[in-house]
């Protein structure tokens, strides 16, 4: 007897049904899934769906579909076809969720300064986008402060520049400044570097000089 094969509209139905649990528009749910899905990149996948319910006429709802790489705000439009906001979640640098009468308000602040506002969010669904968002914004914070934490590691040893580019006090003692903090002297040089008072190259001749010394 021969395998019987999975039934695709069987999988598509257990699939919108992860979506459906606190009440969506199912209609809603399975358009913005279809569309969201054609620019999912390699390994990215739909996590949470939400559908604004506006309390008058709510013909076009938005729908934020939140990914494990992204946010989006699926926008359709009222003779076909639909508008998209997306950020990277490393994008994130603030959210907010403020709940009243007639539903919840969900504001996403960017680091490039954009904000993503959608209104009339049923309560239930935007707690759990703020949620999502929440731990988002703490797991990117700390990719940060770990990259932060990263680059001062690879700091260290003195450094002699040539030609007068950084000014000194004068009464510090030579023997001073050739024990300075490694850290703060790496720093100091990339300034510099950033500021074009130095090449690319002297940096970093500059500080393999210095990790050498390590």
Same mark, same amino acid.
């Given at each position: 007897?021969?395998?019987?094969?999975?039934?695709?509209?069987?999988?598509?139905?257990?699939?919108?049904?992860?979506?459906?649990?606190?009440?969506?528009?199912?209609?809603?749910?399975?358009?913005?899934?279809?569309?969201?899905?054609?620019?999912?990149?390699?390994?990215?996948?739909?996590?949470?769906?939400?559908?604004?319910?506006?309390?008058?006429?709510?013909?076009?709802?938005?729908?934020?579909? +939140?990914?494990?790489? @992204?946010?989006?705000?699926?926008?359709?439009? &009222?003779? *076909? %076809? !639909?508008?998209?906001?997306?950020?990277?979640?490393?994008e994130?640098?603030?959210?907010?969720?403020?709940?009243?009468?007639?539903?919840?308000?969900?504001?996403?602040h960017?680091?490039?300064?954009?904000?993503?506002?959608?209104?009339?969010?049923?309560?239930?669904?935007?707690?759990?986008?703020?949620?999502?968002?929440?731990?988002?914004?703490?797991?990117?914070?700390?990719?940060?402060?770990?990259?932060? +934490?990263?680059?001062? @590691?690879?700091?260290?040893?003195?450094?002699? &520049?040539? *030609? %007068? !580019?950084?000014?000194?006090?004068?009464?510090?003692?030579?023997?001073?400044?050739?024990?300075?903090?490694?850290?703060?002297?790496?720093?100091?040089?990339k300034?510099?570097?950033?500021?074009?008072?130095?090449?690319?190259?002297?940096?970093?001749?500059?500080?393999?000089?210095?990790?050498?010394?390590?």
């Open positions: 007897m021969a395998d019987e094969q999975p039934d695709p509209a069987s999988q598509a139905t257990s699939l919108l049904k992860r979506f459906l649990n606190e009440e969506q528009d199912p209609v809603m749910v399975e358009q913005a899934l279809a569309r969201v899905e054609q620019l999912l990149t390699s390994g990215e996948e739909v996590s949470y769906v939400a559908v604004q319910k506006k309390p008058m006429v709510n013909v076009t709802p938005e729908c934020v579909v +939140l990914t494990s790489k @992204r946010f989006i705000l699926y926008k359709p439009r &009222l003779l *076909g %076809g !639909a508008n998209f906001e997306d950020y990277v979640w490393r994130l640098k603030d959210a907010q969720l403020e709940e009243g009468f007639m539903g919840a308000t969900l504001t996403l960017t680091t490039t300064g954009q904000v993503l506002a959608v209104e009339y969010l049923p309560r239930a669904q935007a707690r759990r986008l703020y949620a999502v968002a929440q731990e988002m914004e703490e797991r990117v914070h700390e990719e940060r402060r770990h990259r932060e +934490l990263e680059d001062r @590691r690879a700091v260290a040893g003195g450094v002699v &520049l040539h *030609g %007068g !580019a950084a000014p000194t006090a004068s009464h510090q003692p030579a023997a001073a400044r050739t024990f300075d903090d490694p850290v703060q002297t790496l720093q100091k040089l300034a510099m570097a950033d500021a074009d008072l130095i090449t690319a190259a002297e940096y970093e001749s500059k500080k393999a000089e210095i990790l050498s010394r390590m």
